[in-house]
Structure formats: C-alpha cells, structure tokens
C-alpha cells in the first residue's frame, strides 16, 4: 500500500464516511470475539492447579491491562501527528480515545484487586504493576481534564499533545522509579504479550481471542467516539461563526 | 535575563507569600502529622524522611499557580514573549525564581523540621542533600504545569492534578534517598537517580514548558 | 451449564460483572453522545441552508 494514501485519511470528511462504512464490521467483529474469548474462558477452561478458578479472570485483566497500556501509545502517536502535521482528525482521535483507556485502566484494576483478595489476601498492595497502574489512570485523568478545561479547540488540541509527550516520558519514569521501589508480588509477565511455556494452550487460545476482541472493541468505540468529536468540533464552528455573522 | 530573576524574587518579596508562606505551610504539615499519626517518637522517626517530603512538595504545589498567573493577568507576559529573550530561558528563570522563594527555604529549613519528627542522627546530611537535589526538579516540572494551565481562569485544582502525577519519580527518589540515609543504609543509588532526574528536567522541560505557553499566548 | 467455580465463585463472578459492567456503560454512553451530537449538527446544517446563502 502507498503509504501516501494514508494521509487522505487526514480529511475529517473522508475519514468520517470511510470509518463509519468500516464500523459495523468492526463492531460485530468486537462483539463476537469478545463473546466466543470470554464464554470460552469461562464456561471451557480447566481450573488452574494452583489459582483454582480465579484464573478465568484472567481472560479480562490481561486484555484490559493491555489495552490500557497500548491505548496510551496509540494517543502518544496520534499526538505526535497531530503536532507535526496538524490534522485535526489526529488530535481528536487520541481526545476520543483516553476515556476508552480510563475505562480499560479502571477495569484492570478492579479485576486485578479482585483477584488479589483471595489470593495475596488483600485487595490491595502497593505492588508496582498496580501503582503504575493506578499512576496511570490519574495520567488519563490529568489528560481528560486538561481537553474538558480549554475551550478553543487547536489550543487544547495542541497543550494535550504536549501533556502526552511529556507525560509518556514521566509514566515510564515512574514505571522504573516504582519498582525500585518496591519490588512487590506480581508474577512475571506469564500471560502478556507472548506465549510462554508456562501458560498452556487451554489457557492461552481463549486469552487470545479475548485479547482480539478488546482490540476490535477498542477500534469500534474509537471510530464512533472519534466521529462524535469531529462532529462537535464543526458545530462549535458552525455556532461560533453564527454569532459573529 | 537576570534583571528578569531579581524582579522576580523582589516581587515575591514584596508580595510576602513567596518565601514565608510555603515554610508556613510545611511547619503546618509537620505540626499536624504527630496530631493524626500519634506522638510515638519511633514511629515519627520512621515516617519522618516520607513527611517531610510529601510536605515539601505540597509546599511546592501549593504556590505554582504564582509562577506564571500574575505576569499573564498584567500582560507581562505577553511583553516578556516578545522580548529578544527566548522563551526557554524565561521558563527557567521563572522556575529557578520559584526555586529560590519557596525550595531553598524548604532545604534550609528541613534541619529544624526533622527535629520536630524526631528525625535520627544519621538521616540529615541524606535528608538536606536530597531535598536540595531533588526541589529544584519539583519547581521545573511545576513550571510545566503551571506553563499548562496559565489561560484557565480555574487552573488550580486543575494543575495539581496534572503536576502531582509528575512529581511521582521525583517523591520515589527523594523519600527513597532520605529514608535510607535515616536508617544508615547507603543512599548512593537512589541519589544518583534522583540527580539524574533532576539534571534531565532541568535540561529538557523548559522546551516543554515553553512550547506550551507560546501556544497558550496565540 | 454453570461450571464450578469453587470457593472463588465470588471473586470471578464479580469481576465478570464489574468488567461488562464498566464496557457497557462506556459503549453505552459513546453511542448516546454520537447519536445527540449528530441530530445537533444536523439540525443546524438544515438551519443554515434555510437562513444561509445571503
């Protein structure tokens, strides 16, 4: 594909009809990944040995810890668009998607306090995954609250990017400077990215499919949410100009 | 650029908030934690390093919004922005202005603080080395935020809420730092990254901070 | 049809709810302020095109 093409995209117009053409698909696909992962993981998967049945949560917490990790670099990157080629459509892209991330951010938190009760036997420890975790949601909301506060849309558009920039720099930061801290009881990464011996296959296809369908999930709300700031954004003009007309 | 910094500091000065009210504030913190925590001396020995932290830095934040408001509401700043001086630079003195008003004292200060926690022997040199280190990284990544928020007419809350987060690498290093140093452990390791934060934020968000307010000044 | 959770039935049930809970809401609410969005611009497009063109 030229990568070229890529930018004709950048026109709210075009992106609006392509995105809402593609969405439906999108939609369903999220709708049925999400419900095969999940009835899967939790009606056929074997309890684990040691975790007993609290492993079924697993099919969410993991997912939605990596949605919220992977959202904010999604934001990060359409930022950076934003502030070197100023499309509008960039900037209100990452603006629709932090509260899909607060959202993913809050659910793997609740989930992984859930799962820690009974096994640490707390609901919360200030273990590091969990602190950067929770740093990170007030980094969603410092950056939600910075977008609903300003009300000229580019300069909003561009002191949130700056926030994102700045702020991705300082997650990592605290990311290191947490586990320094305290070096906490967290399993390694046994269910993240790539598949491990650790985790067999009975645990691992469910997980997988789960994982797709946070991802589509993710892609449907962002094109809907997307759409609705694009919109907002041209009846604020539409109004503004009224009042000076 | 130094005439900017000595008007600075004289209208802190002259305002009176700037060098008395922050060391109010922490004597405040310092005079309460013993009222919700108990009077226990061990436990305030152990919590001391952490407190006096956490009330340095509220300290901090709680005169940000002074750095940059008064110079927006008077238009200063919009003179200060067409002025031959760059930007970056007018960032970094306003923050090394805050830094001299509010986190000198603090440095100074923090000696006398630790006696009211009852702060062991060996923690003073650590606690003073890393409050010197790390405030003035505290009173740049304000700056930011304050550079942020400048055009809001409700920016306070607001700027707590984007600074604290911020402050999270800074807190972990300095309390770190402190900590060891009042439990005779060696605190080179958490010093050292608490230098490195420093100089790298010194070094790099003013372009931030000042990106940021010439948006804010459009 | 119910498989058995054992004695963490509380634990993964809940989380279950809470998590579906939470996406629905969000799906729920991005969906209205579509909707509500959409029915404005359009209402002040037909405006505009009745008062507009002078």
Same mark, same amino acid.
């Given at each position: ?5 890529? &930018? ?63 959202? &904010? ?50 609901? &919360? ?45 300082? $997650? ?12 906490? +009881? ?17 645990? &691992? ?11 589509? +999930? ?21 109004? $503004?100009?009224?009042? +000076?007309? | ?23 109010? #504030? #922490? ?5 309460? /934690? ?9 436990? @305030? ?16 934040? @709680? ?76 009173? /740049?990544?304000?700056? #930011? ?11 306070? @809350? ?9 402050? /999270? ?31 790298? /934020?010194?070094? @790099? ?14 | ?54």
């Amino acid at each position: 594909m030229n990568l070229n093409a890529l &930018w004709e995209y950048a026109n709210p117009l075009k992106f609006m009809r392509t995105t809402e053409r593609a969405l439906p698909y999108f939609a369903v696909a999220a709708v049925v990944c999400l419900v095969t992962g999940l009835v899967w993981g939790f009606f056929f998967t074997p309890d684990d040995f040691r975790q007993g049945s609290t492993v079924k949560i697993f099919y969410i917490h993991v997912p939605s810890a990596m949605m919220a990790i992977n959202i &904010w670099v999604m934001m990060l990157i359409t930022s950076l668009v934003w502030i070197v080629r100023r499309h509008h459509v960039s900037a209100l892209a990452a603006r629709a998607a932090a509260p899909i991330g607060a959202v993913m951010t809050v659910i793997a938190l609740a989930t992984g306090a859930i799962w820690g009760q009974p096994m640490w036997g707390t609901w &919360w420890a200030w273990d590091p995954r969990l602190t950067s975790f929770l740093i990170l949601f007030l980094f969603y909301l410092g950056y939600i609250a910075l977008w609903e506060a300003i009300e000229d849309d580019d300069t909003a558009a561009d002191l949130t990017a700056v926030l994102c920039l700045v702020g991705s720099v300082f $997650a990592i930061l605290s990311r290191y400077a947490v586990n320094f801290w305290n070096q906490g +009881l967290h399993q390694g990464a046994s269910l993240s990215l790539d598949k491990q011996e650790n985790v067999a296959d009975v645990f &691992w296809y469910p997980a997988l499919v789960s994982i797709a369908g946070f991802v589509l +999930l993710f892609i449907a709300l962002v094109i809907i949410r997307t759409n609705t700031e694009i919109r907002a954004r041209r009846m604020r003009a539409l109004l $503004a100009r009224e009042r +000076l007309g | 650029m130094s005439a900017l910094l000595i008007r600075d500091l004289r209208l802190a000065m002259r305002a009176g908030g700037g060098f008395g009210l922050g060391l109010a #504030f #922490f004597l405040i913190v310092v005079t309460l /934690v013993p009222f919700g925590v108990g009077p226990e001396t061990g436990l @305030l020995a152990r919590i001391a390093p952490g407190i006096l932290w956490l009330g340095a830095l509220l300290a901090c934040l @709680l005169s940000l919004d002074r750095i940059l408001a008064l110079d927006w509401e008077d238009g200063s700043l919009d003179l200060l922005a067409t002025s031959p001086l760059p930007l970056e630079g007018i960032v970094t003195m306003k923050a090394l202005a805050h830094w001299i008003t509010t986190g000198l004292p603090l440095v100074i200060a923090s000696p006398l603080f630790g006696v009211l926690m009852s702060l062991p022997g060996a923690g003073y040199g650590p606690l003073v080395l890393s409050l010197l280190l790390g405030t003035p990284a505290l009173s /740049v990544i304000g700056t #930011f935020g304050a550079a942020l928020t400048v055009g809001l007419k409700r920016g306070g @809350l607001l700027l707590s809420l984007l600074v604290l987060p911020l402050y /999270v690498p800074t807190l972990i290093f300095g309390a770190e730092m402190a900590r060891r140093g009042a439990e005779g452990a060696d605190p080179t390791t958490p010093m050292l990254m608490l230098a490195g934060i420093s100089a790298g /934020v010194i070094a @790099l968000l003013p372009f931030a901070s000042a990106a940021v307010l010439r948006v804010n000044l459009r | 049809m119910m498989p058995d959770l054992g004695k963490y039935a509380e634990a993964v049930l809940s989380s279950y709810a809470v998590s579906i809970l939470l996406i629905l809401v969000l799906v729920v609410l991005s969906v209205r302020r579509s909707r509500k969005v959409k029915a404005q611009l359009d209402d002040i497009e037909t405006r505009r095109k009745h008062h507009g063109q002078g």
